[in-house]
């Protein structure tokens, strides 16, 4: 089949009261090929959904996830992967090679045995983090008063910023992931402080290194200042955001289903069935190459869904079920491949400390509206929720 194939079908964006994942990925696996759509800004892009085929897209080196190649997709100012020019160190969007030297050197900082060494810290800034939002009185939103805190708090930590400077780097992030709350002037605005804030953060830890993960990159002399600025950057955000939505989520799936309260098992399954990177993946091919039997041409935009690989029925049984009884392991729900997330090992025991902890300390906890009256996040790049109201 050739690239011009296929008719162009609407892009599938999220609508308010709709099930997530769109259930017209489901049509789209059934198709032959790709399915050839058009993003918001009329750029022309592919649409990749079946679990083979997106492992393929995400393995092949003739596919890439750098920003600056011709017909990589743009989702607008307010999501996409930055350029090297515009955030030197934002790894995620460069191609081995170059890509490996940062791999390398992260790798050992998100490795079990670290995350092993973390979880002191985990438990700790969980256990604040609970407390703080107890302290309330019986109702909170879930999402700003708990979800969002732990994941800045841990890899804050774990980057060696200081206690004092931390509520300034929570408020910034906060600005950067929350875009129904914020202007693109105030994103663009948090963007530049931070850079700057993070940039005297490492021109400190050159001068007084301690036992973090910035001081410990430093001291590898793989990385410049301005890219493991980029980099701390990335980690900050991606992170952040990332996290707080599987927390938000997986709370409010498991008070939805309290069978699954304190099994191990629920971690992979949250992480399959919300798939919450669903438009992460974001690729442009260099090369001719054929994906799932249709040509893609050099300098075609592709965008791998996330969510409808992990909804394909032919890998996982029942997919829109939550199953935790299931085996997830084969989600791609971290990526695939030399992207793969790095830090997926410090999720999973975020998202573990969390459910542990919260419903052993508030084993009446209760959603404050239904599910069906929830802020689910349809726009960006992630899928989430602006606020989840509970009580107890």
Not at 110 to 138: K, M, N
Not at 161 to 180: C, G, H, K, M, Y
Not at 384 to 391: E, N, R, S, Y
Request: hydrophobic share 40%.
């Amino acid at each position: 089949m050739t690239s011009t194939d296929q008719d162009i079908v609407p892009f599938p964006l999220r609508e308010p009261g709709a099930p997530f994942p769109p259930p017209v990925y489901d049509g789209f696996r059934g198709r032959t090929g790709l399915t050839r759509t058009q993003l918001p800004s009329g750029q022309p892009v592919w649409l990749v959904t079946r679990h083979a085929d997106v492992r393929a897209v995400l393995t092949d080196p003739r596919i890439s996830a750098n920003p600056a190649n011709p017909g990589f997709p743009k989702v607008g100012p307010t999501g996409g992967v930055p350029t090297q020019d515009e955030i030197p160190g934002w790894f995620v969007g460069l191609d081995p090679p170059e890509h490996d030297r940062f791999r390398r050197v992260l790798i050992p900082e998100f490795s079990v045995r670290r995350i092993r060494a973390w979880q002191p810290v985990i438990e700790s800034v969980v256990t604040d983090c609970v407390d703080e939002l107890l302290a309330r009185d019986g109702s909170a939103d879930l999402v700003a008063d708990f979800a969002l805190p732990v994941p800045s708090r841990i890899i804050a930590t774990i980057l060696g910023v200081p206690q004092s400077d931390r509520d300034f780097f929570e408020s910034r992030t906060q600005i950067l992931v929350n875009l129904a709350a914020s202007t693109e002037g105030q994103r663009t605005e948090a963007v530049r402080q931070l850079r700057r804030h993070i940039g005297r953060l490492v021109a400190a830890k050159r001068k007084w290194p301690a036992d973090d993960l910035v001081s410990r990159i430093l001291a590898t002399e793989v990385l410049s200042a301005e890219e493991l600025t980029g980099v701390a950057m990335l980690l900050l955000i991606a992170g952040h955001e990332t996290t707080a939505n599987n927390i938000a989520l997986g709370v409010m799936t498991l008070v939805e289903n309290p069978e699954w309260i304190g099994d191990e098992r629920v971690i992979e399954e949250l992480i399959r069935y919300h798939s919450v990177a669903d438009l992460v993946a974001m690729r442009t091919a260099v090369d001719d190459v054929e994906i799932g039997g249709q040509l893609v041409r050099a300098g075609e935009g592709i965008m791998p869904l996330i969510a409808a690989a992990n909804h394909d029925e032919t890998v996982f049984g029942c997919p829109r079920e939550f199953d935790p009884g299931r085996s997830a392991r084969g989600h791609v729900g971290f990526g695939y491949g030399v992207h793969q997330c790095l830090g997926q090992n410090l999720v999973r025991a975020e998202m573990a400390c969390v459910y542990r902890t919260l419903f052993q300390r508030a084993p009446t906890l209760r959603l404050a509206t239904s599910v069906a009256d929830l802020p689910f996040k349809h726009d960006g790049t992630l899928f989430g929720l602006h606020a989840l109201p509970v009580a107890w």
